[in-house]
């Protein structure tokens, strides 16, 4: 039986209502309603019963959701039941930054290893992580079974690494930047291109202006 497509924004959203849910859970909230889900991240409560519905039934009609319920639901559907071991490459400003970003392992996103080609930064340490030379990648990620790996590289060395994480078995990467990757089709990849994001903030605020609003 074919498996249904879910749509990549559903997946978000569900990203947004399992730390919402979390929050709740933390405050005492015992049960809530789909409104109350999306006046909190601040979508309609048709698309939360929406987005919930590719995945199951889940609350009870005139009553709501289990908060604490609906939160494992969400963690179990995002693959979040189990810690992730990751690896960085790239060792610059934007590696770092990602190397000790605290909501990583918030999560259960847990960075074994960082690496770079740079003799100057090799042997170096980012809080508790030293830099390993690109060399020692593939007994990092063995000894692990790290599957995810993160791209802080130059656009120009973006395919050389993404095909030595593959070679070593990693089958999700997150890249930076305008990059467009080749790799097997079983290996997933997402982009994140932060000059994207700002762009659309200057057509909304453009958008808002030229229309008054």
């Keep these: ?10 997946i978000t959203r569900l990203s947004v209502y399992s ?12 049960t809530i309603s ?10 309609s409560p048709a698309q939360v019963r929406k987005d919930l519905a590719y995945f199951g039934e889940f609350g009870t009609r005139g009553v709501g959701y289990n908060v604490k319920d609906l939160m494992r639901y969400t963690l179990k559907i995002l693959g979040l039941t189990r810690p992730w071991t990751v690896v960085v490459v790239g060792a610059g400003n934007l590696g770092t930054a990602l190397s000790t970003y605290k909501g990583f392992r918030d999560r259960g996103f847990y960075i074994v290893g960082v690496f770079d080609n740079d003799l100057t930064k090799i042997g170096k340490r980012i809080q508790d992580l030293e830099v390993y030379p690109l060399e020692k990648l593939p007994e990092i990620v063995a000894r692990h079974g790290v599957k995810i790996g993160i791209l802080a590289v130059p656009g120009e060395a ?30 997933v990849v997402r982009n994140v291109d932060l000059s994207v994001k700002l762009e659309i903030l200057t057509f909304n605020l453009s958008f808002r202006a030229s ?3």
């Design 1 to 10: 039986m074919k498996a249904p497509k879910i749509p990549e924004a559903t």
């Design 19 to 30: 730390r919402f849910l979390e929050r709740m859970d933390r405050q005492g909230v015992v």
């Design 34 to 43: 789909s409104g109350e889900i999306a006046e909190g991240v601040g979508v």
């Design 158 to 187: 973006a395919q050389e690494v993404a095909d030595l994480l593959v070679q070593n078995g990693v089958e999700a990467l997150l890249t930076f930047g305008a990059v467009v990757l080749n790799v097997p089709e079983h290996v």
């Design 211 to 213: 229309h008054g609003l």
